[in-house]
């Protein structure tokens, strides 16, 4: 008897524009993960030939570990297959779906000895903050804060008619890199404006004030000293809203930019002409319309004979 976890892991926009390291939203586009228990060692099969580390540095199999290691147990001989949706390095979360698949697969394992605040505290230790876990473990919109080493999720209500429109570039971003240009002190101006944004843009959402996105979206921390890593990036978000997108912000550390709209036919539009804009500063890209996903991470547990 074989014991074996399948793990599907949605894709997620995290800061939406001011909400820095705070804000998340999980998509349905996902990441699809099975462990099943061997005699002995690890063996990692991936749809993407050489897309991850295939030993023991591969972050799925360490965030397995870790949980392992907090219970004090040694991990069992593992054979691991990925089936990877969500582009790497693009700023849709693809190495939160990594950690979460690994910590929730490892507390299945071991009878959920973890509650989800748990596997949130592990999570933010590896990812190092805690927006894309939150989306992708409890799905939906998510607020995370962390205090003494702590983590607190709260599910903020999206409005179902507002779909995303994800462009991607044909090149990587890795977070670090686009960490490393973010300043170490900001103007008080700055930081308030930020928060009466966050604000403003969660009020706007809950009421459905579609035209008081465009100020919502708005961002001072981060995007304006992202930018220069990615061309054009100004032009092609305000390109979308001239569109009809009601607003349009960096997706995460990027390169991906994300654009927001409440019509399927207008979400193709904005999304061509986004590919197209992006084309004349020489980058190739393609788009996705997507919904929400409302239901986080998926674990199943089968046993085979």
Known sequence: MS?????????????????????SL????YNEFTFKVTDGGLKINQT????????????VYRSFCEVYKK???????IELDISCKIPLAAGLGSSA?????????????????LSVNEILVLATKLERHPDNAAAAVCGGLTISVTSDEMVYVSKFPWPEELLVVVIIPDFELPTRISRELLPANIPYGDATFNVSRTAYLLSCLLNKEWEGLKIGFQDRLHQPFRKDLIPGMEN??????????????????????VAFVNNKDKAEKVGKSMVDKWQSYKVKSSYKVL???NNGAKVESLVTK
């Open 26 to 29: 999980a998509l349905d586009l």
């Open 291 to 293: 919904k929400v996903s």
């Open 71 to 77: 219970m004090k147990k040694n991990p069992p001989g």
């Open 97 to 113: 779906s990594a950690v979460v698949s690994g910590l929730l697969a490892a507390n299945t394992f071991l009878g959920n000895p």
């Open 236 to 257: 092609i978000l305000n390109e979308a809203v001239s569109c009809g997108a009601l607003g349009a912000t960096l997706s995460g550390a990027g390169p991906t930019l």
């Open 48 to 59: 993407n030939p050489n897309a991850l580390p295939e030993d023991s540095n591969n972050l």
């Open 3 to 23: 014991e074996i976890i399948k793990i599907k892991v949605p894709a997620s926009t995290s800061n939406l524009g001011p909400g820095f390291d705070t804000l």
